[in-house]
């Protein structure tokens, strides 16, 4: 079982003290990829345990695609909970390349909507959730 690891930032839309989306920038996140699976999280210890990594077995991973945003480079991870994770890196094509040889499927670049939005809590806007 190979396994790659990568730093980089990270943008998981997981709850986060009224926001949906939570964000670590270049270099505070880590994804690790193997054929059973990913880890991608942040060890930053001001961040509750329970929100600061995600994890998916293979099986749960619904597609992996490269995605640029405003300022950033990297890959988008969809899982069939239907939740997107972003992974941003300096070197997208190293990270797809291992993604693809781990077995994951590789689909169309994508750009990702607007996530600076997702990330604050505004009280009038409706979750998805909801």
Do not use: C
Not at 50 to 60: A, I, L, M, N, T
Not at 85 to 112: C, E, N, Q
Request: glycine fraction near 8%; hydrophobic fraction near 35%; aromatic fraction near 10%.
């Amino acid at each position: 079982m190979a396994l790659h690891e990568f730093r980089g930032g990270m943008n998981l839309e997981v709850p986060f003290y009224g926001a949906r989306r939570l964000n670590a920038t270049i270099p505070m996140a880590q994804l690790r990829v193997s054929e059973n699976g990913l880890w991608l999280g942040t060890s930053t210890i001001t961040i509750p345990k329970d929100r600061r990594s995600v994890e998916y077995r293979s099986g749960e991973i619904a597609e992996v695609f490269p995605s640029t945003g405003l300022l950033t480079r990297g890959v988008g991870i969809v899982t069939y909970d239907g939740k997107t994770h972003y992974f941003w890196t300096l070197r997208p094509a190293r990270v797809l390349k291992a993604l693809a040889d781990s077995g994951y499927s590789i689909r169309t670049a994508r750009r990702p909507p607007s996530l600076l939005f997702d990330q604050l809590p505004i009280p009038w806007r409706r979750h998805r959730s909801q």
